[in-house]
């Protein structure tokens, strides 16, 4: 009984401390990413030209899909694994995307206290100085758009033939949970400068 107690001690310890270390963290975090809107805002939604306001409603379709259903699902299968992995059971969430879609992020998750959108490049640029690579504190999810295919995907993307007014656009959407523990799917779409179509959804997927 006494050890029981006794490791019961330890485990309340290390989780109390795992919560101020964790609070701590994302709090910088939130300050850095709110330097960086300050130094770089983000546009206007009317500003956004019609290829960014395509992309700003098709990632803030997939960022409300996620919050509503993949989100949980995985926060709770990282939760079940908690004890094994010591990680936070309810992480804070760090949520990626250029433009388009940090712009649809500044509405859907303006009152949020436990997500924060910031652009992939100053979240690399934060986490060299202040990593969190066990992912103890957060997970990260991402959900952007690339113009240029990766050269391992084209042979697969001209399968769907374009006209020559038309491109290929792959949305990239993915979470990392944990180490070894993270799963994505690109999305293959087509914009003729009006009105993108989804030409195949899980394009491409991989899981860790």
Not at 107 to 115: N, P, Q, T, V
Not at 149 to 165: E, S, V, W
Request: proline share 6%; aromatic share 10%; with cysteine.
């Amino acid at each position: 009984m006494v050890r029981a107690a006794q490791l019961g001690a330890v485990r309340q310890h290390r989780r109390l401390l795992m919560d101020t270390e964790g609070t701590r963290w994302f709090n910088a975090l939130v300050q850095y990413a709110s330097q960086q809107d300050t130094e770089d805002p983000l546009p206007p939604r009317a500003s956004l030209n019609p290829a960014e306001e395509a992309q700003c409603q098709i990632i803030g379709g997939s960022l409300i899909d996620w919050i509503r259903r993949e989100g949980p699902r995985l926060i709770a299968e990282r939760a079940a694994l908690a004890h094994l992995t010591h990680v936070e059971k309810d992480p804070f969430v760090v949520f990626t995307s250029t433009r388009p879609g940090l712009v649809a992020a500044r509405k859907i998750l303006h009152s949020s206290g436990r997500i924060l959108s910031l652009h992939p490049d100053a979240f690399a640029t934060w986490s060299r100085t202040s990593p969190d690579p066990e992912f103890k504190w957060h997970l990260h999810y991402w959900s952007y758009f690339e113009e240029d295919l990766p050269l391992d995907l084209i042979p697969k993307a001209n399968l769907y033939r374009l006209d020559g007014h038309e491109s290929h656009w792959l949305h990239r959407e993915g979470t990392m949970c944990g180490v070894r523990f993270g799963r994505g799917s690109d999305h293959l779409w087509k914009w003729d400068g009006v009105t993108p179509v989804l030409l195949e959804e899980g394009f491409s997927e991989w899981l860790s």
